[in-house]
T-cell receptor
Framework: RKEVEQDPGPFNVPEGATVAFNCTYS??????FFWYRQDCRKEPKLLMS???SGNEDGRFTAQLNRASQYISLLIRDSKLSDSATYLC????????????FGAGTRLFVKA | GAGVSQSPSNKVTEKGKDVELRCDPI?????LYWYRQSLGQGLEFLIY????????KSGLPSDRFSAERTGGSVSTLTIQRTQQEDSAVYLC???????????????FGPGTRLTVL
């Protein structure tokens, strides 16, 4: 089992749709969580950190459930420009510092 | 301010040759990471430097791969006797993380696209 698993995707949605991405992690030593966005042939860029209380940034909402070891990202009113791959990232202390990237979920938003 | 920079942006080499990839982290960032990403795949952790501590080399795929970080700043990833399966984008990231904190954000460079013929 992978340490960080994401929805396999791709997601194809129309403009204006709401889309949710899920991510699970297996190591309870996981301590901090992030969503990154990666455009085609570009480097990953931080979209938002994920906090236990949940956090929102405009159309984007991230949630963390430590008990279920589950992270989510909700995008409301999706735009064409949201088309990208969304990466779930987990930092942990497990015999040293470790960062694990999920394989990513590809999103296509169509007009 | 300046972000993470990497050079070269593209490198084409012949099988069996050695290559060096360079990363300049954000000024003041103490942590530096190398990853590689094959086409259509996720990021694969290679190595992590934190300050003056011994690097975490647990992700290096073979002894042909090595990395150095001089003066706590610039890092060089070296691949010896390159193989075709080494073809990938090599990404460097840095963060301001200090020992004991796992919450710092990683900022990525644009990557070096390595093609081994």
């Amino acid at each position: 089992r992978k340490e960080v698993e994401q929805d396999p995707g791709p997601f194809n949605v129309p403009e204006g749709a709401t889309v949710a991405f899920n991510c699970t992690y297996s190591n309870s030593a996981s301590q901090s969580f992030f969503w990154y966005r990666q455009d085609c042939r570009k480097e990953p860029k931080l979209l938002m950190s994920v906090y236990s209380s949940g956090n929102e940034d405009g159309r984007f909402t991230a949630q963390l459930n430590r008990a279920s070891q589950y992270i989510s990202l909700l995008i409301r009113d999706s735009k064409l420009s949201d088309s990208a791959t969304y990466l779930c990232v987990v930092n942990m202390r497990a015999g040293g510092f470790k960062t694990i990237f999920g394989a990513g979920t590809r999103l296509f938003v169509k007009a | 301010g300046a972000g993470v920079s990497q050079s070269p942006s593209n490198k084409v080499t012949e099988k069996g040759k050695d290559v060096e990839l360079r990363c300049d982290p954000i000024s003041g960032h103490t942590a530096l990471y190398w990853y590689r990403q094959s086409l259509g795949q996720g990021l694969e952790f290679l190595i992590y430097f934190q300050g003056n501590s011994a690097p975490d080399k647990s992700g290096l795929p073979s002894d042909r791969f090595s990395a150095e970080r001089t003066g706590g700043s610039v890092s060089t990833l070296t691949i010896q006797r390159t193989q075709q399966e080494d073809s990938a984008v090599y990404l460097c990231a840095s963060s301001s993380r200090t020992s004991g904190r796992v919450s710092d954000t990683q900022y990525f460079g644009p990557g070096t696209r390595l093609t081994v013929l």
